[in-house]
């Protein structure tokens, strides 16, 4: 049974993820006493760039987004704050019930996996007509869906496409492909990953996702042994960690992409200077359209500033690698894109304090 994280190509050997570790380690160095000004705007002000205005903004409700700068043209990176008026254990536990938390504009399907996963978890995940359609013409170098080769060809040979139940086998095939690679993964970590093949050279999955993880993002602590964790697994998970994964179907403006995500939850036991009492982090394994790779990491704060009651301050960071962002085409789109993205960012910030803050949120 070929899976779409299968390859016969050797792996790449891949530097460590040094230079965002050390980079991280940075705030260490944050105390509450170094500043008259409370931890978390010392974190928004000073190590994330957000204005006085933009702090302002944060206490009438609303959330702030701004871009962060990138050596390469193909990866975006933005970052967003939003305050929610809930302690942090509380959006954590709502967060746990992915599928009802995360579904709502812009998600039209969501699945979570079992432990361990199962194909019936992905029942309800389709392709669109569109993606069928050009699954058809599939080869490596020219697919309009992002696959290795070997997805390809198995969607050549297990599809018979002058059929009328073509597009239902088409479906049978993604979903078994999309249970194939979680389970290698759960098994091999990036190891498993192998290349995409859609375009005019063949794609590492790993060098990629390892690439955003050398960037130097200005990140509380104890984000170095998390990552290390991301980049290791299954190996290394840290105490008190625990890992889920899922399937979405995310609707950006542009094509419907399905993607397959792998989540870990890491509770803070002890909180350090910077009050961080969670991280979030989210690790892309597979996008059917536009992202080579994604990490998402949102921390979860104490908010100890004067102007706010108790709750939390939810601060999203957010990398990615795109397709169309270089040559005169990426020239033109990449703007575009770079807009739409932090728009998408503001929107999930401001989704998940309207799911926290809705009356019988916390006792659903």
Request: net charge neutral; glycine share 6%; aromatic share 8%.
């Amino acid at each position: 049974m070929v899976a779409v994280s299968v390859t016969d190509r050797p792996a790449r050997s891949i530097r460590p993820a040094a230079a965002w570790l050390a980079a991280v380690l940075l705030l260490g160095s944050i105390s509450p006493g170094a500043q008259s000004s409370s931890t978390v705007e010392q974190l928004l002000r000073g190590r994330l760039g957000f204005s006085a205005r933009d702090l302002r903004n944060l206490d009438k409700g609303s959330s702030v987004i701004r871009g962060l700068d990138t050596r390469v043209h193909e990866e975006l990176a933005n970052v967003g704050a939003v305050f929610v008026d809930a302690l942090p254990g509380t959006i954590l536990d709502l967060f746990r019930d992915i599928e009802r938390f995360e579904k709502g504009p812009g998600i039209p399907q969501i699945g979570r996996f079992s432990n361990p996963p199962r194909l019936e978890d992905l029942q309800s995940l389709t392709f669109t007509l569109e993606d069928i359609e050009a699954l058809r013409d599939c080869r490596p170098g020219d697919c309009d869906v992002k696959l290795p080769e070997a997805a390809m060809q198995r969607f050549k040979h297990d599809v018979d496409w002058s059929s009328e139940e073509a597009s239902e086998q088409a479906n049978d095939v993604l979903r078994q492909m999309v249970l194939d690679l979680v389970l290698a993964y759960q098994r091999d970590g990036n190891a498993s990953f192998g290349y995409y093949d859609d375009g005019n050279r063949p794609l590492s999955i790993a060098d990629e996702f390892r690439a955003l993880l050398a960037a130097t993002d200005p990140l509380p602590t104890p984000v170095p042994t998390l990552l290390a964790y991301l980049d290791s697994y299954p190996l290394g998970r840290p105490a008190g960690a625990e890992d889920f994964f899922y399937w979405t179907v995310v609707d950006f403006g542009l094509k419907l992409t399905i993607r397959v995500n792998h989540v870990a939850l890491y509770p803070v036991v002890s909180r350090p200077a910077s009050g961080v009492a969670y991280v979030i982090a989210i690790k892309q394994l597979y996008a059917s359209h536009y992202f080579h790779t994604t990490l998402e990491l949102r921390f979860l704060m104490d908010d100890d500033r004067p102007s706010t009651q108790s709750g939390t301050s939810l601060i999203s960071i957010t990398r990615s690698r795109s397709d169309g962002m270089t040559g005169f085409k990426g020239f033109l789109l990449r703007p575009i894109i770079r807009r739409r993205a932090r728009e998408a960012v503001r929107k999930y910030l401001e989704h998940v304090k309207r799911q926290v803050e809705r009356p019988g949120s916390r006792d659903s």
